[in-house]
């Protein structure tokens, strides 16, 4: 059975506040005191345990391990040797934290048309290989829901640049961009866009077609509509999400009223007496203007 060590402190002749100066100073006077080269008697032993106390409590980092964990037992067994094994596990797992590094983002913009944003579409794209991989280009399908708006941002987890020494890659971030459409603009969930009617038709009434996301719609005009005036064709907008049968905004359509600028002289005979049967005309008179000219006059404003 190996003898149980005693304390460094006790080995030493010192308390457990000792100082670093003490703590010299006492190892000086033992070991002259029980050098085998001074001491005649048999007292190797009694010397190694000396040098073996110093080398422990002269050092910072051994001290507090043993003032905490005490003795470690001979070999590589025992509670110290315990804590120094960990303690390197410790450091080992800094060192290779220290030589990681995730891999950078990538950012991408993804142009879709109008009606693609509305609907959904998946796209493929093609990124360009990164300067640390050896692949030339990566293929990835990003997929774009019902009702997308401008400017959204997907984030694609690890899509991004490879790590360095083992860490996560970068992700890879794309930016939705809306082409602007030559007749639609959206506004929430729903779509507006501008349509001209004749005067007759402002006029009389009709029934026209107006072109929405899903192609032309019958849509009614009233006798007697104004310039400017708004019609709501519902559900006609932008999906709310995807599927048929997901809720959607409406279609508002602003009606511009076509003004004619050149007249037969029947058809300004017509116009003017029009003017005259409703009590509006302005005949042709020196310093005043009749029904056409203030017609006109509104074009060229």
Known sequence: MARRKR????????????????????????????????????EGEKFREINEAYA????????????????????????????DAAQEI???????????????DIRYTLEVSFEEAAFGVSKTI????????????????IVVPAGMKE????????????????????DLHVQIRVAEHATFRRDGLDVRSEHTITFSEAALGAV?????LDGPVKMRIPEGTQPGGVFRIRGRGIPQASGKTAPRGDHLVHVQVA???????????????????????????????????????????
């Open 259 to 301: 003004i004619p600028t050149e007249l037969t002289a029947r058809q300004r005979e017509l116009i003017e007496e029009l003017g005259r049967s409703t009590g509006q005309a302005q005949l042709a008179a020196p310093g005043r203007k009749g029904l056409l000219d203030r017609m006109r006059s509104l074009l060229d404003e």
């Open 126 to 141: 093609t990124l360009p290989a990164a300067s640390v991989s050896p692949t030339p280009a990566r293929e990835l399908t």
């Open 208 to 212: 026209i077609d107006v072109p929405t």
């Open 56 to 83: 422990v409590l002269s050092n910072r980092e051994s001290r507090q391990r043993y003032d905490r964990w005490g003795h470690a037992d001979d070999g590589s067994s025992g509670l110290g040797a315990v804590v």
């Open 90 to 104: 410790i450091n080992d797992v800094f060192r290779r934290r220290r030589g990681k590094q995730k891999g950078k």
């Open 7 to 42: 304390d460094y402190y006790v080995v030493l002749g010192l308390s457990r506040d000792a100082t670093e100066t003490e703590i010299k100073r006492s190892f000086r006077e033992l070991a002259r005191k029980y050098h085998p080269d001074v001491n005649s008697s048999d």
């Open 151 to 170: 400017g959204t941002v997907k984030t694609l987890r690890g899509e991004g640049e490879p790590g360095k020494g083992g860490a996560a890659n970068g």
